[in-house]
């Protein structure tokens, strides 16, 4: 005998047709309420590799100019005046190797990885980088400078605070002193950090002017012109209007984020009250029951 492998359906009314096997096979399997399990999957493993990513980059980050911070400032304290002139000699290394890291920051506003404004991440990044790399480390004159040592401790002291600020905004954690502190501890910072970009900007148009370095003169088989000392005078206008522009950001942002601030600490002390009344009810009822 032979055994019939058709359905039910089948024997009844005929083969089923093929569209109708697969809408029946969707409805069985839930393909819809099935996608969005995925969808939802594909994201949760995205957001968990964005954010460890973010977190293990911002941590690196937060712990390299923490270092460099503390070495700048122990090394005065042990030695005095003699390591602010040759500090930039003994712990440039590791600012050079920040700064070049940071230039991801630029990848990841860009990509959307961030949510940081491209403008004002290309503006801080690239600013710093003229800076720190055709200012300072090709003037051995500036290295040994009060203001490279001082602009050095403003530029580690700043990143001591954001990239730990970063990772708590990361993460969603509830810190308020370090909420507080990026958007206050930049009032003194950036300021200070500003006025010596400035300075060793201005001092080393002197200096490149004398000695030619970076210059492309005319006559040249390219049959093109360059002067670094033209560029470093436009680069010091893009720092003070730059400037002046990064701080406007940076007060805005600080009255949202103090506004906001304000509202987490007061129900943070509301829902402290609330554990507090539990508990002392809690205390009256066992003693009543006792």
Known sequence: AVVSTQSTGEAEHGPIPDDAKIQRISEMLNVDELSRDIDEAEREMYDMLRNSYLSIY?????????????????????????????????????????????????????????????GATVMQVFGRAVVLFAVIDGEEELQSSATCYILMLAWSAIEVIRYPFYIVQIFGWYFPKVTWARYNAWIPLYPTGIACEALLTYW???????????????????????????????????????????????ATQRSKAMRKLAKMVSYAEVAAREQDLIKIRQKRESKKLK
């Open 204 to 250: 080393c148009i002197g200096i490149v002017s004398e000695s030619g370095r970076l210059t492309v003169p005319l006559p040249n088989v390219l049959n093109f012109a360059f002067d670094f000392s033209l560029y470093l005078q436009l680069h010091l206008t893009l720092i003070c209007i730059g400037g002046v522009t990064l701080l406007h950001y940076m």
């Open 58 to 118: 911002n941590g690196v980050m937060g712990i390299a100019y923490f270092y460099l911070l503390f070495m700048s400032v122990l090394r005065v304290s042990l030695a005095g005046k003699a390591a602010v002139l040759t500090n930039y000699a003994v712990m440039g290394w590791l600012l050079k190797s920040a700064q070049q890291t940071a230039f991801l920051e630029v990848i990841h506003s860009a990509t959307g990885l961030t949510k940081a404004p491209l």
